[in-house]
């Protein structure tokens, strides 16, 4: 479970997050939404430490995450996974050595071991023989594929994703929408997806969070956001489901040639 209590952050004198307070569910997929500049990156990062907070508190558990000190988070760090909007991934190594960074910073583990945990977690995401492959010879797929297995590589409590379906087709989106769900599920984490994508809210939120100008203005699951009496949230539905359409009209009659 991760908490974020009455926390506050502000920029240049600019309220981002105002006293928003939510709890992320162990074992669920809990999604964060909003439109561009709503706040929700802002509050990812924060949940995370990327950016210390004006006001309020966040917990892990049962431990208060925001007033811990350097050496005191590193500890709790290694217990966090984290998919970047573009994967992320090292230029100039291979898929094997990606994957096995996490291991080389935080772990004592012999070679040998490190490999067994790599080889198991590119299996888990359905890479069996991309190990040799470097990131330009991926698909945008694969390399999301690669990122996750990264960040589990570590076998993490808590495991936050940006964007995650960010570039990807509808069809491949569909996919890793499962697999984050499935090893959620799989490895009972607290799962945080910061995503403007409707097609994941329908698939897999679970626990839903939507932000409007810095504040908490919504929260339910996907069985609830069809009917929900929130002028804001239908809007943002509505104009993200137009903005999806339009897309697909414009890469439908671009693979025609028009």
């Not at 920029?11 to 992320?24: A, K």
């Not at 208060?64 to 909007?85: E, N, P, Y």
């Not at 080389?104 to 890479?127: A, G, I, M």
């Not at 959620?184 to 097609?199: L, P, Q, R, V």
């Amino acid at each position: 479970m991760i908490k974020a209590q009455n926390i506050v952050k502000s920029f240049d004198g600019r309220t981002v997050l105002n006293d928003i307070s939510v709890e992320f569910l162990t074992g669920r997929t809990n999604l964060i939404i909003g439109r561009s500049g709503s706040g929700k990156t802002v509050l990812l990062k924060s949940l995370v430490g990327l950016h210390e907070i004006d006001e309020g508190a966040i917990y892990y558990d049962d431990v208060c995450f925001s007033t811990l000190d350097f050496k005191a988070r590193k500890a709790i760090r290694k217990d966090v996974g984290m998919i970047f909007q573009g994967g992320a991934l090292l230029d100039s190594s291979t898929v094997v050595e990606n994957v096995k960074l996490p291991l080389d910073l935080f772990t004592e583990q012999s070679e040998e071991e490190k490999l067994e945990r790599v080889n198991f977690c590119l299996k888990r995401v359905n890479l069996d023989n991309a190990h040799k492959l470097y990131p330009s010879e991926l698909s945008g797929g694969m390399v999301k594929r690669v990122a996750i297995a990264r960040a589990i590589v570590l076998n993490p409590r808590y495991l936050f994703c940006d964007e995650p379906n960010s570039g990807l087709d509808p069809q491949t989106s569909i996919v890793i929408d499962n697999l984050i769900r499935d090893i959620t599920e799989e490895y009972s984490m607290t799962t945080i997806i910061n995503t403007h994508d409707m097609n994941s809210v329908m698939e897999i939120g679970e626990k839903i969070v939507f932000i409007y100008e810095g504040n908490k203005w919504w929260e339910g699951s996907k069985h609830d956001i069809l009917h929900a009496d929130n002028r804001e949230l239908n809007d943002f539905v509505f104009a993200s489901a137009m903005a999806k359409r339009a897309k697909m009209v414009e890469e439908y009659e671009a693979s025609r040639g028009r």
